[in-house]
């Protein structure tokens, strides 16, 4: 299974990641990502392939990929 | 100091009966360091069981094993950062056998190939002896690098990281110094007290080695001891019980409140524990571990929330400021402690304490906040009448110390 990878150093919480990948991804009060699958990096799912790379390049940190 | 027997290698005390400042003192003692291949040096370490001293306890055979597989030549890096600071071993290590810890790092390079060996000493550490010591030895110089970077300078990425000229703020662990090091090489990082303990497996063997500790948990370790005795480092086998090593280090037994466990990323154990034994098969139902063996003692005068709410402040600060969960929970939790350490206090803090916890957990590149959320948890768990007490208003601690 392919997971994304956040890079907790880059990530400065513009939370695009959690608006595109909402199943996966929630923010916290302060906008940083929470991963929903109580994975540390969560497991994208084959139906959730094309919203992960969206959100991929939708980072303006670069501080996503899938791996 | 000319103590020159090898005769205590027998019994409990190992690495810290090795007392030679010379090149020449350290050869007529133990004999040079044996040369091993890469395949002979995993297996050896592999058989012996040895764990790495410096906190994580990973084995160390394979984490040379992740090295060693690699196509370009790794960097070795001794890890004497000792950015805990309730710890004193690698200061007293590089003290009293600088050559020892020089020969683990010597095994580990010329097994590896490595054309570079770094031993990095921490802000809290004189480096002259060792720096000495590193001139003296024939064979590959050791590069001796002072180094900064306070608590978290020690954590592997945030080490590799200051080396490469950059600063002391650990990595994304996706991509771990295993992979890609010291100048993008694949690194092995090994804490000071692994080598010492690696420079003597190589000459005396895995049976040896395995005649301390428990078959599960073996050899010996060096553990800091604190609180109600002055500050010592003893050397005791793994699954020792914790009552004998604080009657080693002179802790008065009544006196004890609690101790706290693996430093300020550990785990706070009541009195009663007194039988536990410090491996990790008596130590995981607490959740607990030595981490890099440390031990600090609570007197039973003292509030452990209060120590606990200092802690938490100090290790919100010593953050390296990169992830966001981490720069924005940490202070947030330790203010809610900090709260919650004044008698009289709003019972919803608990509940907040809780809260916060589970935001910082695994949302670090680094453990610090999974390692400061483990400590709060642990406080919460062992100090939790005395919470209760709190609420009510009330606290027994009768002075500051």
Redesign the interface.
């Known amino acids: 299974m392919r997971r994304l990878l956040i890079d907790r150093t880059r990530c400065d919480g513009h939370g695009s990641c959690a608006e595109l990948l909402p199943e996966l991804l929630d923010l916290d009060e302060w906008g940083f990502p929470i991963s929903l699958t109580g994975e540390r990096d969560p497991a994208v799912p084959r139906s959730l392939a094309a919203h992960g790379e969206r959100a991929v390049r939708a980072c303006p940190l670069m501080a996503l990929r899938i791996g | 100091m000319t103590t020159t027997s090898i005769a205590p290698l027998t019994g409990t005390q190992r690495v810290l009966a090795v007392r030679t400042e010379s090149w020449r003192e350290h050869v007529d003692a133990l004999g040079p360091a044996p040369r091993l291949s890469s395949d002979e040096l995993i297996r050896l370490v592999d058989s012996a069981g040895l764990t790495g001293r410096g906190g994580a306890g990973f084995p160390t055979a394979r984490k040379i094993a992740a090295v060693a597989a690699s196509r370009r030549t790794p960097v070795v890096v001794g890890n004497a950062m000792e950015g805990e600071f309730l710890s004193h071993k690698d200061r007293t290590l590089l003290d009293q056998a600088p050559h020892l810890v020089l020969d683990g790092l010597d095994i580990l390079g010329r097994a590896l190939g490595s054309r570079r060996l770094i031993l990095a000493t921490g802000e809290r550490i004189d480096s002259t002896r060792v720096r000495r010591a590193a001139a003296e030895r024939p064979g590959r110089l050791v590069d001796v690098r002072d180094l900064g970077g306070g608590f978290i300078g020690g954590q592997e990425s945030a080490l590799v990281s200051q080396l490469n000229g950059r600063a002391a703020?650990?990595?994304?662990p996706?991509t771990p110094v295993y992979v890609r090091g010291i100048d993008g090489r694949p690194t092995l990082v090994a804490n000071a007290e692994t080598l010492a303990q690696l420079a003597l497996l190589a000459r005396f063997g895995p049976d040896w080695f395995r005649s301390q500790g428990t078959p599960d948990d073996p050899g010996t370790f060096l553990i800091s001891v604190s609180g109600l005795t002055p500050p010592s480092v003893l050397e005791v086998p793994r699954g020792i019980r914790l009552r004998e090593v604080l009657l080693q280090a002179g802790v008065p037994l009544e006196r004890v409140g609690a101790v706290l466990l693996g430093g300020y990323h550990g785990t706070w154990l009541r009195p009663g524990t007194g039988d536990v034994r410090l491996c990790e098969e008596d130590l995981s139902p607490y959740g607990a571990s030595t981490g890099a063996g440390i031990l600090h003692v609570l007197s039973v005068d003292s509030c452990g929330l209060r120590v606990s709410a200092e802690i938490a402040t100090y290790l919100a600060a010593q953050a390296a400021g990169?992830?966001?969960?981490c720069v924005?929970?940490m202070p947030r939790m330790a203010d809610t402690l900090t709260r919650l350490a004044v008698p009289g206090s709003d019972p919803r803090l608990v509940a907040e304490v809780d809260r916060l916890r589970g935001?910082v957990i695994?949302?670090?590149?680094c453990a610090h906040p999974d390692g400061t959320a483990r400590f709060v948890a642990s406080t919460m768990l062992v100090f939790a009448r005395h919470v209760e007490a709190h609420l009510r208003g009330e606290c027994h601690e009768t002075s500051v110390d």
């Open positions: 703020v650990p990595q994304d996706h990169q992830c966001g969960p924005n929970g935001l695994g949302r670090g590149a």
